[in-house]
């Protein structure tokens, strides 16, 4: 068995980082991506291998060189590199290269395990392709199989707005080839088409009329739950980080606070309504999405008013903001030189924007007497996460306005984004009774409403003029259109909105059920949120085992709580999800080597 790989490229999406080197000397986890590729192959016996090269041509081939001098390297220079694709690249290899034995080809922008290196090498069938199932994130050549056969090879041109990637996969770019299928018919008609018709495209074009022209027969080989990935831009090499790194990787996810839509997790650290929105509002975005993206939002004024309908109140009284995290310096800007009392623990954000806070612990409240006098009588503003994050306790909300009543001179913020969650009335809904103007609600919408991605939160109050200054210091356009155009929608769907908090509560109670009946588990906090707060039998270090443990072997991200509580045990917040996905945490953490 030989090797070709393709590393000629310019890398354009790569720059900065390909200003000065190819592509495939740019380092992941560690090692460079053609470097892992020719450790694998080397692990694998395969030796004589072809590298087309292009840009910086003398850099990689000193490279390889020096680090694989036992290596039988060809070396074919693509002078034309920069105006020609692939096809043209591999159009040199077959002409320059022996082909007398089987060859994988491979793009030299891969990363993948030894894993899918041996599922090629162990098909049995000569001419074979790697293939994934279509996911987000994805983009290039598809295939579309039946009983392993390829039937269609559909490159990125031909697949228009419509164009359903349901049944498709991915092609990996990593194939085996016959020595009789390169020097016939692959070969003879890729030549003409790179050298007469067009030599800026992919040689996948080739295979795909080989395949119409039922002239060749390609098999899939599904690499499905293999670990491989494709570096085509910056932000690849960030997700690359994450799955191919053997240590440190658990740091790079904390330090991310999201943007895990390439990366296949259950991911328990990060708060949602799972229910929430439903396949019609799904739909209805889906369909309208080319719209919203063309057009500008509306103003501020007007973003207030459909907020107003939604939480069906009187204009005036609300400010939407571009999710709840847009107040925090706001809030430091206007209470930042006054005497401010928070829980411990609670949400960071508070924590940052007033350092030198007074705190009242929260090791479960109940009631406001839990909450020493003097730390009230010494505040001149009052916070109250409720449910607090991330306790999960939470306060009456009609204690809460009696100490708001009783406490005129002092602010009082509440903030109330996991309300929905505890069962009882909010303050919001307590002040259309009582219209106390030194109360202030904050609330982020993502949690109740399962859309953390659209940035909505508000700041509520029943005095006008806090509103008004608020939103003097907002933008004209402070949201985007998808997350408006939410906001009209949502109001024909109140019914199942209830309904997925309800489903949600059920599904908490029940999580937190199972939970406590894991011998390694000390305490589940009672939660009126839709997350749980766990303190585990284990010390610090075996938590940060564990969490690699749930992220390697079954794809499950957890947070580590243990700083923020700061006490000296272990301690993780889970998010409740679907019931399905809580049992298979529930199932990892009991086949761990801790239970």
């Not at 090269?53 to 081939?61: M, S, V």
């Not at 910056?234 to 990366?263: T, V």
């Not at 839990?370 to 009456?396: K, Q, R």
């Not at 913020?413 to 009774?433: A, T």
Request: charged content about 20%; overall charge negative.
């Amino acid at each position: 068995m030989k090797a070709i790989i393709l590393a000629a490229g310019y890398g354009a999406r790569m720059k900065p980082y390909t200003d000065t080197k190819p592509k495939a000397l740019l380092e992941v986890a560690g090692q460079t991506i053609i470097g892992r590729m020719l450790n694998l192959l080397i692990a694998r016996g395969i030796s004589d291998i072809c590298v087309v090269t292009g840009y910086c041509r003398e850099q990689l081939e000193d490279y390889l060189r020096t680090s694989y001098p036992n290596l039988n390297l060809t070396f074919v220079f693509n002078e034309v590199f920069y105006r020609t694709n692939n096809i043209y690249s591999m159009h040199l290899a077959l002409e320059n290269f022996p082909l007398d034995d089987d060859v994988l080809l491979i793009e030299s922008d891969l990363i993948f395990s030894v894993e899918v290196l041996d599922r090629i090498l162990q098909s049995q069938h000569e001419n074979v392709a790697l293939v994934d199932r279509f996911k987000t994130g994805m983009d290039g050549t598809v295939v579309t199989v039946e009983d392993d056969l390829i039937l269609n090879v559909i490159p990125p041109h031909l697949q228009g707005p419509g164009f359903d990637f349901s049944d498709k996969y991915k092609t990996l770019n990593i194939y085996k080839f016959s020595s009789k299928f390169l020097q016939t018919s692959f070969k003879k008609l890729l030549s003409f088409y790179a050298t007469v018709y067009n030599d800026n495209c992919y040689y996948e074009l080739i295979l795909g009329i080989l395949i119409y022209m039922r002239h060749e027969q390609i098999f899939a080989c599904d690499v499905a739950g293999a670990n491989w990935f494709e570096i085509d831009d910056p932000n690849d090499l960030r997700l690359a980080e994450i799955k191919f790194y053997e240590s440190g990787f658990m740091e790079k996810m904390d330090e991310a606070f999201g943007g895990f839509w390439n990366i296949p997790i259950i991911d328990f650290a990060f708060i949602r309504n799972m229910y929430f929105p439903n396949d019609s509002i799904i739909a209805d975005i889906k369909h309208n999405l080319p719209l919203l993206m063309q057009n500008y939002g509306s103003s501020q004024i007007i973003l207030n008013e459909k907020l107003s309908h939604f939480l069906q109140i009187p204009f005036g009284f609300v400010c939407l903001l571009n999710g709840l995290s847009q107040i925090y310096p706001i809030l430091k800007d206007l209470y930042g030189e006054k005497s401010v009392l928070i829980p411990e623990p609670t949400f960071g954000e508070y924590l940052r924007v007033f350092p030198n806070a007074l705190k009242y612990k929260d090791e479960g409240l109940q009631t406001l007497t839990d909450i020493p006098i003097h730390l009230i009588e010494l505040a001149d503003v009052i916070i109250f996460v409720n449910p607090n994050n991330p306790t999960g306790s939470c306060i009456d909300s009609a204690e809460i306005i009696e100490l708001a009543r009783s406490e005129p001179t002092k602010t009082i913020i509440v903030d109330e984004s996991f309300i929905e969650f505890s069962e009882q009335p909010s303050v919001q809904e307590l002040l259309k009774l009582d219209e106390l103007k030194n109360v202030i609600i904050l609330k982020s919408l993502s949690k109740s409403l399962g859309i953390p991605g659209l940035r909505i939160g508000y700041i509520y109050s029943r005095d006008k003029e806090t509103i008004y200054e608020l939103n003097k210091r907002i933008p004209i356009w402070n949201t985007n259109s998808i997350a408006e155009y939410f906001l009209e929608i949502i109001l024909k769907h109140r019914s199942e909105l209830n309904a997925s908090i309800n489903s949600t509560i059920i599904d908490r109670n029940l999580f937190a059920q199972q939970l406590s009946e894991l011998p390694f588990i000390e305490k589940v906090y009672p939660s009126k949120a839709n997350f749980i707060l766990v303190r585990l039998k284990i010390e610090q270090d075996q938590l940060i085992q564990l969490r690699s443990y749930l992220f390697s072997e079954w794809n499950i991200y957890i947070k580590d709580l243990s700083l923020k509580l700061n006490d000296g045990g272990s301690y993780i917040r889970l998010a409740v999800r679907l019931p399905h996905e809580n049992l298979e945490l529930i199932n990892a953490l009991q086949q761990s080597k801790f239970c």
